[in-house]
């Protein structure tokens, strides 16, 4: 992809990065080397297990970087209270920004009225603690009929953004394998014609690369969860992309043992 067509620069990609820090077989040194690349790249937020906020907290410290926590992760099956519950706890100990799971199940039985009042409920807690929301569809268990009436419904609550996947909606594929497509183009452009301009796009789950993350900001896409952060902004250097990151980018930091998320 030719950089030129592009007036964005390294700092600008980062700052579209939710650094993911999700996987179920994290250590604490993981999790502590993730947040300090975090800090190092600039990116918007880590993106945090429930367990892992205040942690995240104490290490961002100082930094630009906001801490994200995901909830009723990764099935969205909690029963509403415990999602609010979640949420308030979160923000308490310090979170900007909620990742909550829609129920699949009741989208797919098309109980509709239960999906709205649960995300209702949650944007509620949301904006009343100053936090914002993220719905995740988890887009791969869905036809596109029921992303349509997500987008619908997210549009009258009046989300902050909708948000493809969780990058563990695991679904069984023709070849007998558990597997998912994550963001798709199709997808992406399906829940940009049917939000609301003011409801932002997240594109979680198969953004590994540059290239893949320039065709989603393209489709409109304003954040991204991602693991391969060091590597896509590494490469934007290297591609020529104007500016550094936040801080600056010097050698590379090793997260070779860190386990990948999205």
Not at 137 to 165: M, P, R
Not at 174 to 181: A, I, L, V, W
Not at 239 to 246: I, L
């Amino acid at each position: 992809m030719n950089t030129t067509a592009y007036k964005t620069t390294v700092r600008d990609l980062a700052r579209m990065i939710d650094h993911s820090l999700l996987h179920p077989t994290m250590t604490d040194a993981q999790f502590d080397a993730g947040c300090a690349l975090a800090v190092r790249y600039g990116v918007a937020t880590v993106c945090v297990k429930p367990c892992d906020v205040p942690r995240a907290v104490e290490l961002l410290k100082g930094s630009a970087v906001l801490v994200c926590s995901v909830i009723g992760f990764p099935h969205g099956n909690s029963h509403t209270s415990i999602k609010i519950l979640e949420t308030e706890l979160a923000i308490r100990e310090g979170a900007k920004e909620i990742d909550m799971v829609a129920n699949a199940g009741k989208v797919l039985g098309g109980n509709l009225a239960y999906v709205a009042a649960d995300i209702k409920a949650v944007n509620d807690a949301c904006i009343t603690r100053g936090a914002i929301l993220k719905v995740i569809f988890e887009n791969d268990y869905l036809q596109d009929a029921h992303i349509i009436s997500l987008c619908e419904i997210c549009t009258k609550i009046g989300v902050a953004f909708v948000k493809t996947s969780t990058g563990y909606g695991f679904v069984k594929q023709p070849n007998g394998d558990y597997n998912y497509k994550g963001a798709t183009e199709h997808h992406l452009k399906l829940m940009r014609a049917y939000c609301s301009e003011k409801i932002q796009i997240k594109a979680a789950g198969g953004i590994r690369t540059l290239d893949e993350l320039l065709r989603a900001r393209a489709l409109g896409v304003t954040r991204i969860g991602a693991s391969a952060t060091e590597a896509m902004l590494n490469e934007a250097v290297q591609r020529g992309f104007p500016g550094e990151s936040a801080v600056g980018i010097g050698p590379a930091l090793s997260t070779s043992s860190t386990p990948s998320g999205y």
